[in-house]
């Protein structure tokens, strides 16, 4: 009856039923080990959330076997609850069978490690294990100690974050050890700015704060270390910070020069106060600096949707995305303290409410761990063990996400093949053939055939870089926008208008009039938008060629655009040229980051939408059809990332011969490659240039080096100028 009952089980997840009523019908009689292997059969297919809620449940059961902790621990894992899910795995390894405990002691520790949770790690250790391996136990604490001091001596670091990096390998009370052992042997080490700092960081990440603000006090009486309390104005601000004294962070932040750490700080203290425009500029500044830091990532990206709620572009959404590659235990955990489902089974969630909340206690758990801009880490609870991340865009090739997670699918299957021997059944073999990919998210047995470009038009985009498609829109529709647009100006300029100040009186756009030079008291308006369409139904041979070019819509995470406009009134500055010349510092790509990766591309269309007629000297946008391949080879070269943000486009356009100026009629659409380089011009017309630029995003990166038969043109068109 068992094995029959087993039998007509596995069918049904054979055949992805897992809520039929035969599916529950067996989970009811067979308890823990079914939930676990349905939780394993729905990890097959990345469907994440009804997989984690499997494991929770099956050890949720009365006398769970060690076992089943094992394997629902790792199913928890690959889920991306990996809190819960190393839980699972330390009951395992306590009171499992000797074989059963050392596989999830010594999973736990490599997960943990892996995920930079080096304490978990070290907890995990076995007694005897072999020593000085990773971020295992070392020797003796007061041998391990007096050798580190004996190193630093030796050489005296100039930097704070050497000493600091003594937490993540050995431990906090070990770097609180180091820092007295040094002020033992040379009295000398409390007056270096590195040891001050150190010791700072330290007295905070334990909680002993009123004694970092006496060490510093203290400090500040002498008058001979002026010196020191310059180079220490970030450690005098992280203080001021860890007591909420916004106006003491900007006092102590006023020198900043352009260093990340006070320029965080002081953003802090700014939005605190209300100030959030010149908060979120200053976090922009500091992320060109500093384009690795999770603590810039998690208050810009927070920064910039307090400054523009409203705005129904998908930055917010990138920007998670990014984290969600680089900090996925820091955004697992925030997303359990928050009591949020991170993930669906579709992938990460997608509605902006709950990411914000995410997002809003990721910075909360930060602010229990450190402010340094190296290596983050936070507390999962006021009383729990450090926890790390490794770098934003550290380094080229997989996230951390992906690491992380490689080797889930034969992981989890050398798991469920134990466990069903365990269980002594026979299960019977899925119909069809790699039945356990079906149903993930992207997967097409054919590669996409273009519908609605000729191969003449494809040829041409190999070419040119751009396509234009006449007519595209609705000019009725455009004219409404436009409209709209004047009253959303003149009316609520403050809501609608990108940097708008209500309190500067000569910038005023209350009497906009586009018929009234007089009244254009901005040479150029950022309208953000309000009402979105379909791009599907704002131009059907528009989507038809973005599914061409980006390779189908399995691809294409944009769906809609939305009536964000651009006004180019009249640029004071080269009246007299006809177009941007080559060496301008305007040409750019859009979308850039200072690590400009082709492995983290998502970008994979710029879009030109012409709301009004555009004739030549129009402020109109040019392109240089040329600069594709030279980014591409350029990016090529460059595995480790270029910086498209302080180095614009100028060094690769200065190389170009060929430019082209966007002009044309009202509907007329263009859709560019995402490594054109483009410019504004002048605009000397007397006449308003009404655009939009949108983009169009995707769901995974560019893979332009993937088989020919599944690239898309896009990806050709790269593939091509590498030589590929």
């Keep these: 009856m068992r094995a029959q009952l087993f039998d007509a089980f596995f069918r049904e997840l054979n055949a992805a039923r897992f809520d039929s009523p035969e599916a529950e019908a067996a989970v009811a009689k067979l308890g ?37 902790e094992l394997v629902c621990g790792a199913g928890l894992l690959a889920c991306g609850r990996y809190d819960v899910g190393l839980g699972a795995l330390a009951r395992a390894a306590a009171k499992g069978k000797p074989g059963v405990a050392a596989k999830a002691r010594g999973l736990a520790r490599e997960r943990a490690a892996a995920l930079g949770w080096f304490d978990a790690a070290r907890a995990m250790a076995e007694p005897g294990a072999e020593r000085g391996a990773g971020p295992g ?183 998670f995305e990014s984290l969600q590659a680089w900090a996925p235990g820091l955004l697992s955990d925030a997303a359990r303290v928050a009591g949020v489902d991170l993930w669906t089974d579709r992938g990460v969630i997608s509605e902006r409410g709950p990411l914000v909340r995410i997002l809003e206690q990721a910075q909360a758990l930060l602010e229990r761990g450190d402010f340094t801009l190296g290596q983050p880490c936070w507390r999962a609870s006021p009383e729990g063990s450090l926890r790390f991340s490794a770098l934003v865009h550290a380094e080229p090739g997989e996230s951390l996400f992906e690491r992380f997670h490689a080797q889930d699918r034969e992981r989890l299957a050398a798991l469920e093949g134990a466990l069903i021997r365990a269980l002594g059944v026979n299960p019977p073999k899925p119909e069809g053939a790699d039945a356990g990919s079906r149903g993930q998210r992207g997967a097409r047995s054919e590669p996409w055939t273009p519908r609605t470009l000729s191969r003449e038009q494809l040829e041409r985009f190999y070419e040119d870089g751009f396509l234009v498609f006449e007519g595209a829109f609705d000019p009725d529709l455009a004219r409404r926008w436009r409209e709209d647009a004047i009253r959303r100006i003149r009316d609520a300029p403050e809501r609608w208008v990108r940097g708008y100040d209500p309190a500067d009186a000569s910038a005023s756009l209350r009497g906009f009039d586009p018929g009234d030079r007089s009244t254009w008291t901005w040479p150029r308006i950022e309208l953000m938008g309000g009402e979105s369409v379909r791009i599907a139904e704002f131009s059907p041979v528009g989507w038809g060629a973005i599914l061409d070019l980006l390779g189908g819509p399995e691809r294409v995470a944009t769906t809609t655009w939305n009536d964000y406009l651009i006004l180019n009134l009249c640029a004071q500055d080269h009246l007299d040229v ?63 990332g270029i910086d498209f943000c302080n180095n614009r486009g100028a060094f690769i356009t200065s190389k170009c011969e060929r430019f082209h100026e966007v002009v044309g009629k009202t509907g007329d659409l263009l859709l560019m490659h995402p490594l054109m380089m483009h410019s504004s011009s002048p605009n000397a017309s007397g006449r308003i240039r009404w655009m939009s630029n949108p983009m169009v995003y995707l769901r995974e990166p560019l893979k332009p080096f993937r088989p020919a038969a599944e690239r898309s043109p896009v990806e050709e068109a790269v593939a091509r100028a590498c030589g590929r």
């Design 578 to 640: 006809a177009g941007p010349a080559p060496d301008w510092d305007s040409w750019h790509i859009d979308d850039p980051s200072p690590v400009t990766r082709l492995d983290t591309i998502r970008n994979g269309l710029v879009g030109i939408a012409l709301f009004d007629d555009l004739l030549p000297r129009s402020g109109n946008t040019w392109l240089a059809p040329d600069s594709v391949p030279r980014v591409a080879q350029a990016l090529a070269e460059h595995p480790e």
């Design 137 to 319: 136990p070392g020797p003796d604490t007061a041998e391990l100690v007096a050798k580190l001091a004996e190193g630093h001596l030796a050489q005296p670091p100039e930097r704070a974050e050497l000493l600091l990096a003594v937490i993540p390998e050995h431990g906090l009370a070990v770097a609180d050890e180091l820092l007295a052992a040094l002020e033992r042997a040379d009295v000398a080490w409390t007056l270096r700015p590195a040891w001050i700092a150190a010791r700072l960081h330290v007295d905070l990440l334990l909680g002993a704060r009123e004694r970092a603000d006496a060490r510093l006090a203290a400090l500040e009486r002498r008058s001979d270390v002026d010196a020191q309390l310059e180079v220490l104005a970030g450690e005098r601000a992280l203080l001021a910070r860890a007591r909420g004294d916004a106006k003491a962070v900007i006092v102590r932040t006023t020198r900043h020069e352009g260093l990340a750490d006070r320029l965080l700080h002081r953003a802090w203290a700014l939005e605190e106060i209300g100030v959030l425009p010149e908060a979120a500029d200053l976090l922009e500044r500091a992320r060109q600096s500093q384009p690795h830091s999770i603590h810039l990532a998690v208050a810009l990206a927070l920064a910039r949707h307090r400054l523009w709620p409203e705005d129904p572009g998908d930055a917010l959404e990138r920007r």
């Design 32 to 68: 823990a080990p079914a939930l676990a292997l349905r939780g394993l059969a729905r990890a097959r297919r990345m469907a994440r959330r009804g997989a984690a809620e499997d494991f929770e449940a099956a050890l949720a059961q009365p006398k769970v076997a060690a076992l089943i």
